[in-house]
T-cell receptor, first 110, second 117 residues
Framework: DAKTTQPTSMDCAEGRAANLPCNHS???????VYWYRQIHSQGPQYIIH???NNETNEMASLIITEDRKSSTLILPHATLRDTAVYYC???????????FGSGTKLNVKP | EAGVTQFPSHSVIEKGQTVTLRCDPI?????LYWYRRVMGKEIKFLLH????????ESGMPNNRFLAERTGGTYSTLKVQPAELEDSGVYFC???????????????FGAGSRLTVL
């Protein structure tokens, strides 16, 4: 069911930017890209979402390619608390069914 | 503002027994969702309520699962009788109705871990 492809895991040094890629080559014109993360034993936490334009909030930046077939989540200054599984999700046409996929396990190291 | 609250945080039951999970969404949120992650698998959609009505229950695995949202506030998810493969974490999420601020964002609870022995 998942319509996104992400690397299984990534490492990042504390204080450096973490760039998490996601491929969503079959995305439709009216589908949004969402990013959530799950820190161990917690529920999924919303990070950011976008349609076409790049987006930035207090947590992260989202860069979407012009053809919308891929995107990158950027955590500008990763901390140890950012260690989590990050999910790139394409919102289905009827919204309610988020397909989480396997996500990327981000390991932030001291 | 209180977040999405789920109870219990962990339940251990034997095969064949019944368990009821409860979810209290964020106050005023019309939309309530149930998701689950069974062992080693991805988080999967179960169903969606709009107020007290089931909007979409296509993800419910079988008729041993019954979800209710009487009065359109909290929701319960009952598993009866529980089987070993039902073990996993059950997440509840809520969002405001379409058009309201934040309507495009699902806020998840911490989940209820179910262990069936």
């Amino acid at each position: 069911d998942a319509k996104t492809t992400q690397p299984t895991s990534m490492d990042c040094a504390e204080g450096r930017a973490a760039n998490l890629p996601c491929n969503h080559s079959t995305i439709s014109g009216n589908e949004y890209v969402y990013w959530y993360r799950q820190i161990h034993s917690q529920g999924p936490q919303y990070i950011i979402h976008g349609l076409k334009n790049n987006e930035t909030n207090e947590m992260a930046s989202l860069i979407i390619t012009e053809d919308r077939k891929s995107s990158t989540l950027i955590l500008p200054h990763a901390t140890l608390r950012d260690t989590a599984v990050y999910y790139c999700i394409v919102r289905s046409y009827n919204f309610n069914k988020f397909y989480f996929g396997s996500g990327t396990k981000l390991n932030v190291k001291p | 503002e209180a977040g999405v609250t789920q109870f219990p945080s962990h339940s251990v039951i034997e095969k064949g027994q019944t368990v009821t999970l409860r979810c209290d969404p964020i106050s005023g949120h019309d939309n309530l969702y149930w998701y689950r992650r069974v062992m080693g698998k991805e988080i999967k959609f179960l169903l969606h309520f709009v107020k007290e009505s089931k909007q979409d229950e296509s993800g419910m695995p079988n008729n041993r699962f019954l979800a209710e949202r009487t009065g359109g506030t909290y929701s319960t998810l009952k598993v009866q009788p529980a089987e070993l493969e039902d073990s996993g974490v059950y997440f509840c999420a809520s969002s405001p109705k379409t058009g309201e601020p934040g309507a495009n964002v699902l806020t998840f609870g911490a989940g209820s871990r179910l262990t069936v022995l």
